[in-house]
């Protein structure tokens, strides 16, 4: 029978490395590839990924509430990478708050409609720090709370987004399971493919 997964942010760097990791999985039925658009030579790419396991590109907007209740249907796991990046403080704060805090709720809420038991997020090591140029954090650990204090909205938005994920481990799903969550906290991300 096999699972399905849902990725967010397909069209983005770390999104499309983890579709093409997952297309190499034996057990997967169907993945779906979804963000607000996808450049011509992704889309090509995928479509020859087809050939290996059902691959369904879905082009919508995170805030989008029909939108990702009907991506989420029949769905054993979301894998949630979909945000706005702001690196040069060029983007409006309203926007990162609504895609990064926003669309993470919702996409919860469409998981627990949809009966999706498994979230995966990607936050951000900017929810712990560092706080000032060339900080280091020595023999830290996950039960530290560690506080970002930059006045920037993106840790700001990853922190209250992450807070919602880890609050909704255990919420009940429609069909009356358990919704299992994870926040995942990697570094900077670059590389070939990226913005």
């Known amino acids: 029978m096999g699972w399905s997964c849902l990725v967010t942010g397909a069209g983005g ?8 990791l997952l297309v190499e999985e034996k057990e997967l039925k169907e993945i779906r590839a979804l963000d607000k658009a ?25 805030l989008d509430e029909p939108f990702l209740k009907r991506a989420c249907q029949d769905v054993s796991v979301v894998i949630h990478t979909a945000c706005i990046i702001d690196v040069f403080g060029v983007t409006h704060r ?18 627990v409609q949809a ?17 000032s140029y060339k900080e280091i954090i020595q ?32 919420w009940n799903l429609k069909n009356g399971d358990t919704l299992y969550t994870c926040a995942l906290r990697p570094t900077y991300i670059y590389g070939e493919g990226g913005p």
């Open 38 to 62: 996808f450049r011509p030579e992704l889309r090509e790419e995928f479509s020859k990924l087809q050939n290996r396991t059902k691959l369904t590109v879905l082009e919508g907007d995170i």
């Open 139 to 170: 023999n830290g650990h996950e039960e530290e709370p560690l506080e970002n204090t930059w006045p920037t909205p993106y840790p700001y938005s990853k922190k209250l987004a992450e807070k919602a994920v880890l609050a909704a481990n255990g």
């Open 115 to 131: 009966s999706v038991p498994v979230f995966i997020y990607t936050s951000s090591i900017e929810v712990a720090g560092p706080n």
């Open 13 to 20: 760097l770390l999104g499309q490395r983890i579709v093409r």
């Open 94 to 111: 309203e926007s990162i708050m609504n895609v990064n805090v926003k669309g993470t709720q919702l996409l919860l809420e469409a998981c």
